[in-house]
């Protein structure tokens, strides 16, 4: 976290960001995971003091990130409220793709859950900013959903929120809806899910 370079997208700072490894727009939220789940499961309070404020700089990141796309894009219009443009994996697509976003979102989520479980005052800010991001992220996903161009009475998931039907981007099958699912901002009970796994299934990813 110390002198990170932040992911390789249009980040303004990249101050309290983790990059361990690679470029991926959502390595801080992936490591905020990590960190928050071993809090979550071991509840060490000794461990908690000596983070916090690593896990602070982390979730400040990420709201500073996504608060400038609310600039950019109306409320309710496809990447308002998102992470801006970057690198979702290795492959060097660009863009504002479901799969940066959720699993960002599930690290900001677990975060307001240790804080709260330790009872910091920033918790309830914290799953404020974590349900705003939720909501944010359902509504570009459904602004990227699609009568399918080729298959009557399905539907086409654009993995990249800009997108239009039709074209194909990214290369891995995480990186679109399903991912969503996965992370816990979709509920498996959706009613799109079954037109989710059906496109997965299409593409080759299940």
Not at 82 to 88: F, H, K, T, Y
Not at 105 to 110: E, F, P, V
Not at 121 to 129: K, M, Q
Request: charged share 20%; hydrophobic share 35%.
């Amino acid at each position: 976290q110390s002198g990170s370079p932040g992911p390789a997208g249009d980040i303004s700072d990249p101050a309290g960001s983790f990059r361990p490894h690679i470029h991926w727009m959502c390595e801080t939220g992936a490591v905020l995971t990590l960190l928050c789940s071993y809090g979550l499961y071991t509840q060490d309070e000794a461990w908690f003091g000596r983070v916090a404020g690593r896990l602070q700089a982390a979730c400040a990141f990420i709201i500073r990130e996504r608060a400038r796309t609310k600039t950019v894009y109306a409320p309710g219009e496809a990447g308002h409220g998102l992470l801006p443009a970057g690198r979702p994996h290795d492959w060097p697509d660009f863009g504002q793709f479901l799969f940066s976003d959720a699993y960002t979102w599930r690290g900001l989520r677990q975060a307001a859950d240790v804080f709260a479980l330790f009872h910091h005052p920033d918790a309830p800010s914290l799953r404020a900013e974590a349900e705003d991001y939720r909501r944010c992220i359902l509504a570009s996903f459904r602004k990227a959903v699609y009568p399918h161009p080729e298959e009557p009475g399905r539907l086409w998931f654009s993995n990249e929120v800009h997108t239009p039907a039709g074209v194909e981007v990214g290369a891995y099958g995480g990186d679109g809806p399903i991912c969503l699912v996965h992370a816990g901002v979709l509920p498996s009970g959706d009613p799109l899910v079954p037109q989710i796994e059906w496109d997965s299934q299409r593409r080759g990813f299940m």
